[in-house]
């Protein structure tokens, strides 16, 4: 019965700890995604200003989108806050634990994927740019 006692106990502290360290994942890909739309961001739109390139349609794309999502962030915030609570409240099965880290796991590859993007679009751009700027 001990072994059993102690399975249990561990299990416990492995799924809270897998949940925490998934948040903390989030919580990274989220503000590397805001400091990209609030530093970044601006500075590619300078360097393209002064070479005189034409601002490309999909940067101009990810630009609104984070220009919204700064602005208006109670548009992302307020669903997935209602969805976890709803999840939270009606959810009674004897997996809840597994079923919420399996959602944690989620959310947090798509803020990963999303934050991978944005950067990879930035950093070809600056690299062409720089490219182009070469002299021969």
Request: aromatic residues 14%; positive net charge; charged residues 15%.
């Amino acid at each position: 019965m001990q072994w059993k006692e102690r399975t249990i106990k561990s299990d416990w502290k492995w799924r809270f700890t897998a949940q925490v360290f998934l948040v903390l994942s989030i919580c990274l890909s989220v503000g590397v995604t805001c400091f990209l739309f609030l530093f970044i961001t601006p500075s590619v739109m300078y360097l393209f200003v002064q070479t005189g390139e034409e601002f490309p349609d999909h940067l101009k794309a990810i630009w609104n989108i984070g220009d919204l999502l700064i602005a208006r962030p109670y548009l992302v915030v307020t669903p997935v806050v209602a969805l976890a609570g709803l999840f939270e409240w009606k959810c009674q099965s004897e997996n809840k634990t597994l079923i919420r880290t399996a959602m944690l796991a989620v959310v947090s590859l798509i803020s990963a994927a999303v934050a991978f993007v944005v950067i990879f679009a930035y950093l070809i751009h600056i690299v062409l740019l720089a490219v182009a700027q070469q002299p021969g």
